[in-house]
C-alpha cells in the first residue's frame, strides 16, 4: 500500500493541524508517550514522550539519562533489566470532523512483539506478531477527547531457556515459540537485546465510504515471454456502481494499457493482455524495468474517491536443477539427486553472486528509507545481483523491496525462523500462519522477490528441524496457494548447497586449514554463506572502545562485548592466534587491523573467484554477511555499522565483476624457494560473447621489483561460459618483505585486470609489509 | 462410505428385484453392455455383455472369442489395438418408485479414465480421474424408462511419446500429463496395457431426504498418549432438527461413548473425550485395536433415517530423524542433515519390515475384497508391519484400507506419480487436485495411513522432478491440510534413503558385484526398494510360456513377453550369465528355477538382516516386490500371480522374526581351502528384554557332514536393542557337493535358529546340490 498522493495531517503537541486535500482522506500522525510497569494490571509511574518508530528502550534511554551512545563500551547491557517488564503507550486525539459514511481507522505497519490496545479505556483489539499490519476502525468508539493506549507484552520467552547463559545456542531458543526474530536473543554479531515497541509508520486515517482496500496485481508470461496475461483483482468497500480507471504506462510514461469501466461486486477482476513486455532484469543481465500501475475509483460526478499506484515488474523466475546434476548418479542403492540451487530469470541461467543481509540497525523503528536506499546502492555497485534476507532477522520495512525492484537486485526472502526447532503446536501455528500471510502480501508483487526460504538452517543439527516440521509445511502451502509461480525452499542448505566456513584458518577442516585449499575442493550447487572475519577499522574501534582497552585487545572487556572474543569459540572473530601466525608477533591497533582486513579481502576473493570458477555447476556465491546492526569490533560483514565500508568489499565488488581475469592459487602462504603457480581463467558471467585478447601476469616484490612471470592469448569467450587457461609458475626470490603481489594485466581491456596478494615466510623476511604495497 | 446396512436391490436382465428394509434407501446393480468405436461421434456397431466392475478389454475378449487366457503366450498383446478407440458402456432401467423428498443418484466408486455420461442422450457430466467418485443426482431427468451411458474416451498419451517403442523410459512418459497410473504403459514386469472402463462398485442409489453424506472422525490424542479428543463432523442433507445418536464401542462392543442431539445445521461438529483409548499398534509392536463408530439419524418419531458405521483407531505416527543422524556433521561448508526415515508410532521407534506393494491384477476391477485379504494375510504372516504402496500403482480400492487396519500392516501410500516429469500446468494439476483430495478422503481416517508420498523415484535423473515441482507442492499442501499430522515426503529415495539393487550379482557395482558386499558397505536411512530377481515355480512357467519354448529361454519368445529377457537390459530378470558363472552349465529347468530362487532367497534374506543389523540407524527395510500383476517368468517379486508364494517369502519372513540369531557374512561364493568366517548377532525388534543363552554354529557339508564352529554365551538383549557376538571362523574343507550350510542353533529357543545356504567351487566339487540339502 501506498500513501503517496493521500492528505497527510500531522498531530503536533494535541494540536490537530487539519489539511485537506480532495475531500476526502486523512492521515493524522498522533503524539505519544510511553512508561513502564512491572504487571498488566499497574499503570507506569512515569511517561516518557515517545518517537514513533522507535523503540521503548531508546524512549527511556533518553528520558531516564543512561549513558549514551548506546554502542559504546558496555552501555548495551543498560537495557537488560526491561525485557520481564511491561510497557505502555498512550496518545490523546479529538475526534475528527467526519463527512458522511466517513470511518476512522486506527492503522500501523508494525508493533512489536506482542500487544493489547485500549480505546479510552476499552479494550478493542489485541495481536501476536509484528509484521501484521494493525487496522482497526475506531469510528463507533470514539468520544470528542480520546485516549488510545498499547499495551506491549513482556519478550516471548520458553522455560527451557530461561537462565541467562550469554552466547550460548539455547539462548536463541527463546524464540522458538513466537515470530520474534531470532538474532535479538544474541548472536555471534548482535548483542542480547530483545527490541520491542512500535517499529514502522502508525497513523489514524480517515476514509471514505467508497474506497480501494487492496490491488491485487498478477500476471501469467506466455512461455516465450511475449505476452503478459494481467488479472487486477480490486478489492475495497462500497464499490458498487463506481467507475475505475486502469492505466499502465510504462518505464517512459507512455500508457500501455487503459481500461475504464463500472464496479459491481466486493471484488472485481479486470483482467488485460500487454504484448511484448519490457522484462525485468537482475544486476548485470539488463536493466530492471518498472511499469507503473495506476487505479484511480470515481464518484458518479468523476470526481476520484481513491487511488492506488504500484510499480511493477515482469519476469519469470525458476530455481533449476545445476547444471551437470542430473549426470552424476551412484551406485545402488541410489539416494535422491541434489535439491536445484540455479536461479533461472527469464529463460536465462544467472550466476546469482551476492551477500547476506542481515539487521541494518538492532533497533529495527529506526530503519528509513535512506537506510535501505544506501545499503543496496552499495550492494548493486558490489555487482551482486541477490540478497539473502537471512531468517534471523526481520523482514525488511515496503521501502527495501522498491529499492531492490529499482536497483536489480533479487531477494532471496526468509521467513523468521532460524537455528532452532520451531514448536509443532497449533498456539505457535496459527500466529506463524498469520505472519507468513501478512509477509507474503508485503513482498508478493515485487519483481525483485526471487525465492521464498521457511528459515535458515534449519535441516542443521543445532536446529533439529525436517520436511515433517509443520511450520514448514504450512510456510510451503501458504507460498504455494499465494505466489505459485515463485520458488520454495524450506531452508538453506538445501542438500548440495553449503554453509560456512567463517575464518581465514581452520586447522579443524579435513579439506585444509587455509580458505584456499578448502574451497578448491568443493563441489557445492551454492555457497549461500561462507565469511572472513576481520576487524572493523581503527576509527570504528575507538568510538566502541574506550582507550585504555583498546591494545592488545583483551577478553573480558569491550572487545568481547563487541563480539572479538567468545563471540563464537575462543577467538572469534579477532583469530588473533592465526594472524601472529601468519604475520608474527602484532605490535599496535595499525598493524592488528591491516593484517586482519588483508586476510578478509584475500579469502573473501578467492572463494567468490573459485565458486565462479566451478561454474556450471555452481550457480551462487554469497558471502556471510553484508552488513551489521551496531558496531562490532569484528565481523565477517562487509559493512561497518551504519555505513562505512571495509577494504573487503571493494575486493569483493572487483570479484564480482560480470567479466575478469582471475588466478586460482593453492595456498595464500608460501615459503621461500617454493615454485609458485595458479591457473589462469577468463571469468564471464554475461551473455556477451568476449572477444580474445592477450594478459601478462607479473611478481611484485621488495617495494616495486617485478618478475614477469607468463603471457596468455586467451580465446573468444561464449556467452556465460569461462575459459581456463595455463598453469603459470614461477620460482620465489628470497623476498626480504613478507607481502608480494601478482598482477594480471588484460592488455587493452584493464577492467579485466585482477590483482592478488600473497605472504612469503622465510630466513630473509625481515618485515611483512613492503613499501608500494599498500 | 459403508453400505451394508443399506437396501439392495439388484436389477438382473432388466427385472427389478425390489426388497425394502426401513422403507427408505435403494442401491440397485445394473445390467451394462458395452461397444467400442473409432471416433467419438460414432456409436458402437456391437453390443457386448459387460460386467462390472471389470474392463473394457475383458469384455471384447469375452464377446470376441479372443485366444485365452490373456496371460498365455503373447496373447496379452491382442489389447494392443484398443488404446485410440472409445468404449462406450449402456444400460437401461425403470424410474424407481420414489417417497416423498427421496432423490435417485448414479454413484460409481471408480470409472477409469477419463468420461462422459448421458442420461436419455443428453450429456450430464464428465470428468477426468478414476480415484474420485461418481455421485450425480438423476432425479430431476428420469423418465418413465431410462438410457444411461457411459463414454470412455482413449488412453491418455503425450505426442512426444507417440511412437510405440516397447520397454523404453518414453514409453511411461505418456502419463506424466495425467492421473492415470504409469504401470499401465508397460514397466519391467507389467506388459503394456492399458486398462479402461468401470473398476469399482458403481448403482443407482435411492436416498431420503434426510441423509448423512458423510462422517469426519478426527482426533487429538494428548502427549502421553491418555486421551483422545474426538470431533465428528457431520454432513448430510436435511439434517435440520433430525436426532442424532453417536455411539462408540470398544473391542469387546461396549459403548465408550454415546451421545444423542438435535441437529442444526448443514454441517454438525460433535465434540467426546476418550480416557485411556486403547492404541492401534502396527504388526510386531501390539494389538492392532479398532473401535466401531456409529451414528444414526432419526426423524421425529425415533424411526431411523440413516446410519454410517466405521471401523476406527488410536494411534499417533512421525517421521523422525534416524538415531545418530544428528551426531553426523562434516566440515565447512556444511550442507543440511539427511532426511527422517524413521517411523515412530506411539511414542515407539518402530523397524519397518515390509515390502512394496504393486498392482494384484493388471486389470483393477478384478480385486476383490478377498484378493486383498489373503496378500495382507500373506504380509503380516511374513512378520511385516509396512506395506508401501507404490505410485506407479491404483490407489486401492477401500477394504484393502480395512484389511491393513485389521491386521496391524501399516500403510505407506503413494500419490499415483512415479518415473515421469509430472506437468506443471494448470489443467494436470487441476485434475491432481481433485484425484488427490479424492485419496486423501479415502484414506485418510484408517489407522493403518503412515506416511504419504508423493510418488516413486521422482528426485531421481530419470524422472528429473524437484522441490519446486508444483504437483509436488500441491500434494503436500493438500496433505498439510486435510492431514496434518500424517507425515508427508515428496517421493522415495529422499536423501539418505536406498534404492536398488535388484540382482544378486552386478558387476557394476563398485561396492562390490554380490549383494553381499555391497550391502554390507551402505549405511542407508531406510532401504525403501531392493531385490533379488529370481524365476517362477514351474507350474507358472509351464502356465504361461508354451512347451516348445521352455527350455532353454530363449529371447524373443514368451520369456521375453514375460519379462526373463529384456525387461531391464538385455538379461534380466532371468540373470542367466550369473547363475551359469555360479553353478555351472545349467542343463534343465528344474535345476534353473531351483538356483534362481536359491539365490533370490539367500539374497533377500542378507538384505533384511544386514538393514536390521544396521539399525538403530537404519530404520526400514522394505523389498521390491511383493507380488505381481500377472504371471511372470522372472521377477522380483516374493508371490507369483495370482497368490503363488515362492521359496523366497518364507525366509524373508523368517528375517523378520521380531528377534533371531543372525550371522553376518562376507559373501556368498567361496572356494576350497578359504577361511570362512561370520559376525554373530542377536536382532531384537521388540520392545521386550530377550534373556541371556547360549548358541552353538554349525557347518553342513556333503549331504550331511557336519563341523562344529563355534558356541555363543550371549548376554541379555535390552528392548529394541541387538547385540553383537563374536566373529566365528572354519577352514572349509575340500568339499564334493559345492553347496554348504551353516545352522545357528539356539539351545532351548529354537524360534530363535537360522540357517544360510552358500555356494563353493573348488577342484574336487563334482556336483553342486548335495542330498540331504534339499
Known amino acids: 500500500m501506498r500513501y503517496s498522493e ?41 511517561w516518557f514522550p515517545s518517537i514513533i518508530p522507535g523503540a521503548v528502550q531508546l524512549d527511556v534511554m533518553k528520558a531516564e539519562n543512561y549513558k549514551q551512545p548506546y554502542w559504546y563500551g558496555n552501555n548495551v547491557q543498560q537495557f537488560d533489566w526491561m525485557e520481564d517488564w511491561y510497557f505502555t503507550y498512550k496518545t490523546t486525539f479529538d475526534k475528527p470532523l467526519l463527512k458522511h459514511g466517513q470511518r476512522v481507522f486506527f492503522h500501523s505497519k508494525g508493533i512489536d512483539y506482542q500487544f493489547k490496545i485500549f480505546l479510552n479505556g476499552n479494550r478493542i483489539y489485541e495481536q501476536e506478531g509484528m509484521f501484521t499490519y494493525v487496522d482497526i476502525d475506531l469510528t463507533s468508539h470514539l468520544k470528542e477527547k480520546n485516549e488510545l493506549k498499547v499495551l506491549i507484552m513482556p519478550v516471548p520467552k520458553i522455560k527451557e531457556a530461561s537462565e541467562y547463559v550469554p552466547r550460548t545456542e539455547t539462548y536463541r531458543q527463546n524464540a522458538r515459540e513466537s515470530v520474534k526474530p531470532a538474532v535479538s536473543y544474541g548472536w555471534d554479531w548482535h548483542p542480547r537485546l530483545v527490541t520491542r515497541g512500535i517499529w514502522d509508520e502508525t497513523y489514524l486515517e480517515i476514509r471514505n465510504e467508497s474506497n480501494i482496500n487492496n490491488v491485487d496485481f498478477t500476471y501469467r508470461l506466455s512461455d516465450d515471454l511475449k505476452k503478459a496475461s494481467i488479472d487486477l483483482f480490486l478489492k475495497g468497500s462500497h464499490l458498487n456502481g463506481k467507475n475505475y480507471k486502469w492505466l499502465l504506462k510504462d518505464k517512459t510514461g507512455s500508457i500501455v494499457i487503459e481500461k475504464e469501466g463500472v464496479l459491481n461486486t466486493k471484488i472485481n477482476k479486470i483482467s488485460a493482455q500487454l504484448n511484448n513486455p519490457e522484462l525485468w532484469w537482475p544486476n548485470g543481465y539488463g536493466d530492471p524495468v518498472l511499469y507503473e500501475n495506476e487505479i484511480f475509483l470515481y464518484d458518479e460526478d468523476g470526481a476520484v474517491l481513491d487511488e492506488k499506484k504500484k510499480n511493477i515488474g515482469f519476469r519469470r523466475v525458476r530455481l533449476i536443477m545445476n547444471e551437470g546434476e542430473w549426470e552424476r548418479t551412484g551406485d545402488f542403492p541410489k539416494t535422491r539427486n541434489r535439491s536445484p540451487a540455479s536461479l533461472e530469470v527469464n529463460g536465462l541461467r544467472i550466476f546469482a553472486k551476492g551477500s547476506n543481509w542481515v539487521h541494518p540497525e538492532i533497533f529495527v523503528g529506526l ?121 520454495f525452499i524450506y531452508t538453506s542448505p538445501l542438500y548440495g548447497m553449503g554453509h560456512g566456513g567463517y575464518v581465514f584458518y581452520d586447522e579443524s577442516n579435513s579439506k585444509g586449514p587455509e580458505v584456499f585449499q578448502w574451497m578448491a575442493k568443493e563441489d557445492k550447487t551454492a555457497y549461500t554463506e561462507f565469511g572472513i572475519s576481520s576487524l572493523s577499522s581503527l576509527e570504528t574501534l575507538k568510538k566502541i572502545i574506550p582507550q585504555d582497552e583498546l591494545f592488545p585487545p583483551k577478553s573480558g572487556t569491550s572487545w568481547e562485548i563487541h563480539h572479538a572474543f567468545e563471540a563464537w569459540g575462543k577467538d572469534s572473530w579477532l583469530q588473533l592466534p592465526f594472524l601472529e601466525k601468519y604475520f608474527g608477533k602484532i605490535e599496535s591497533i595499525e598493524e592488528l587491523v591491516y593484517y586482519s582486513q588483508l586476510s578478509q579481502s584475500e579469502g573473501l576473493k578467492f572463494i567468490y573467484e573459485e565458486a565462479r570458477r566451478q561454474k556450471p555447476y555452481c550457480s551462487m556465491a554469497l558471502n556471510w554477511c553484508f552488513q551489521e546492526p551496531w ?84 580465446g573468444k569467450c561464449k556467452p556465460f561460459e569461462n575459459q581456463r587457461g595455463p598453469i603459470v609458475s614461477v620460482k620465489l626470490p628470497a623476498l626480504k618483505k613478507g607481502l608480494f603481489k601478482i598482477e594480471i594485466d588484460v592488455i587493452g581491456n584493464s577492467n579485466l585486470n585482477s590483482t592478488y596478494t600473497f605472504l612469503c615466510q622465510g630466513e630473509n623476511v625481515k618485515e611483512i609489509i613492503p613499501e608500494g604495497i599498500n
Open 631 to 714: 558496531p562490532t569490533a569484528a565481523n565477517n560483514s562487509l559493512i561497518n555499522w551504519p555505513n562505512e565500508i571495509k577494504p573487503a568489499y571493494y575486493e569483493v565488488a572487483n570479484a564480482c565483476r560480470p567479466v575478469l581475469s582471475s588466478l586460482k592459487v593453492s595456498k595464500f602462504l608460501w615459503s621461500e624457494g617454493d615454485e609458485f603457480s595458479g591457473e589462469l581463467f577468463i571469468l564471464n558471467d554475461t551473455y556477451n560473447s568476449i572477444p580474445a585478447g592477450k594478459l601478462k601476469v607479473t611478481m611484485i616484490y621488495d617495494g616495486g621489483k617485478k618478475i614477469s612471470i607468463a603471457e596468455w592469448d586467451y
Open 367 to 487: 530503519i528509513t528509507p535512506e537506510t535501505y536506499e544506501k545499503q543496496i546502492q552499495l550492494a548493486k555497485d558490489a555487482n551482486f545481483n541477490l540478497l539473502r534476507v537471512w531468517g534471523g532477522g526481520i523482514t525488511n520495512k515496503e521501502s527495501f523491496f522498491d529499492y531492490c525492484d529499482k536497483k536489480g537486485i533479487m531477494v532471496w526472502q526468509e521467513f523468521p525462523l532460524a537455528c532452532n526447532n520451531y514448536s509443532n503446536e497449533s498456539k505457535y501455528l496459527s500466529v506463524l500462519e498469520q505472519e507468513a500471510t501478512s509477509i507474503i502480501n508485503r513482498v508478493k508483487e515485487h519483481p525483485c522477490l526471487a525465492v521464498w526460504s521457511g528459515g535458515n538452517e534449519l535441516f542443521n543439527s543445532w536446529s533439529r528441524m525436517t520436511e515433517q516440521s509443520l511450520s514448514l509445511r504450512l510456510l510451503n502451502s501458504l507460498c504455494y496457494q499465494m505466489t505459485p509461480d515463485i520458488p
Open 6 to 46: 493521500k492528505i497527510i495531517l500531522l498531530v503536533v503537541s494535541q494540536l490537530l493541524l487539519s489539511y485537506v486535500l480532495m475531500g476526502q482522506e486523512k492521515e493524522q500522525y498522533l503524539k505519544w508517550e510511553v512508561g513502564y510497569h512491572q504487571t498488566e494490571d499497574l499503570s507506569p509511574e512515569k
